[in-house]
Each structure stands twice: as structure tokens, then as C-alpha cells.
């Protein structure tokens, strides 16, 4: 079985972070990292019975036929694209978080498969550790004219951190995935389909 859990679980760390935080060091600050977190517990209780491998993905960034547009990288772009500001929390600006290259994250699957890598193991899966306005500036490369509206009502996720992806490259995968390449693909994607 392979589960795909969330770096969220980490909620905001000062330090890098791996997977040997105990559960007492993680912070989940949302639902959705609470649910991801205790359905890696519960799944740990069988390790017995079951094989399995639990994958703490980023945030997802990458063009693909089934674009969503909720998360932030994809909902940047479109913003930008569509000329309209790109809402960011005033206080999220220079936090940092993991994401993850599409492609990063369907050739790790496909590494766990081939390799048949079931260890009952907890793995973080991410290409690199960035901040809004690292990522701001990558879309800026593509899209020259870009407006930042600052939202400054309280969100549920005040949380900033760096996570480690050393253990799983030690099992031999290469991460070649990069967010900057990521965003002027899925630009140029949309463009493309939207004839600009």
C-alpha cells in the first residue's frame, strides 16, 4: 500500500525537519494535516499484517490535464494569467514551505513501485523548500505584469518550515524536478490553450 500523507503534519518548525520528529514535535494546524496525520498513526498499528509505504508529498506544482487551481503555485499562475492580483496573506509572504514537481511526484511512485520499496517507512517527498515571494519571482520571469493583492485576515495555517528529502534520495532517487520549470509550464500551457 502506498499512502500519501502531507508535509503539514510538521506545522511550523524553526529548524529543517525529517521524518524522526516524534509525533510530539509534529504540529498539524489544519484539518486536512490532522486527518493525514492520524491516518499514518492508525495505519502504523498494523505493521504486522500490512505492507505498506506513508509518502509526505508538498504541495503539488505542475501542468497537467487535470489542473486544479486551489493550491497556491497553479492559483498564482492563473491569477496572473487572467491579469487578476494574486491574493496572498500579508503574513505568509516570506514563510517557507515544501513543494513538489509533478513529475517528482509520479516518478516516486513509480521508484516504490519497480523497487518494491513497502518498508513500512514514512518518507517526505518534495522538490525543493521555497517561500511565497521565491515563488512570486519565479512567476514574475513569465509574467512580466503582476499584481500582489495582501490579504490580512487571520488564516488557518500560520506556519513556516524546511523539510529534508536526504532519506528517501538515499534509496536512490534522484529529485529532478524544479518549481521555476514547473511555472512557465503551466503558464505556457494556458496560454497556449487560452490562444495568448
Not at 506545522?11 to 509534529?26: A, M, P, R
Not at 497556491?72 to 494574486?86: D, Y
Not at 523497487?115 to 514514512?122: S, T
Not at 500560520?158 to 512557465?184: A, H, M, P, R, T
Amino acid at each position: 500500500m502506498i499512502f500519501l500523507s502531507t508535509t503539514s503534519v510538521y506545522g511550523t518548525q524553526n529548524e529543517i525537519v525529517d521524518e524522526n520528529c516524534s509525533e510530539d514535535e509534529l504540529k498539524p494546524q489544519s484539518p486536512y494535516a490532522h486527518s493525514k496525520l492520524q491516518s499514518e498513526l492508525e495505519l502504523q498499528k498494523h505493521n504486522k499484517e500490512l505492507n505498506y509505504i506513508i509518502l509526505r508529498f508538498g504541495t503539488i506544482a505542475g501542468f497537467s490535464t487535470g489542473m486544479r487551481f486551489h493550491t497556491a503555485v497553479n492559483k498564482f499562475c492563473w491569477q496572473g494569467l487572467m491579469k487578476q492580483p494574486l491574493t496572498v496573506w500579508e503574513t505568509a509572504y516570506h514563510q517557507k514551505r515544501p513543494y513538489l514537481d509533478l513529475k517528482d511526484a509520479v516518478n516516486a511512485i513509480a521508484f516504490i513501485i519497480h523497487h518494491d520499496i513497502f518498508n513500512n517507512e514514512i518518507y517526505n517527498i518534495l522538490s525543493e523548500n521555497a517561500t511565497v515571494s521565491e515563488i512570486i519571482n519565479y512567476i514574475k520571469q513569465n509574467i512580466k505584469e503582476i499584481d500582489i493583492s495582501f490579504v490580512k485576515t487571520e488564516i488557518m495555517n500560520q506556519l513556516s518550515y524546511n523539510v529534508s528529502n536526504e532519506n528517501f534520495k538515499s534509496l536512490g532517487f534522484e529529485f529532478q524536478g524544479d518549481i521555476n520549470n514547473s511555472i512557465k509550464e503551466i503558464i505556457d500551457n494556458i496560454r497556449d490553450a487560452n490562444g495568448q
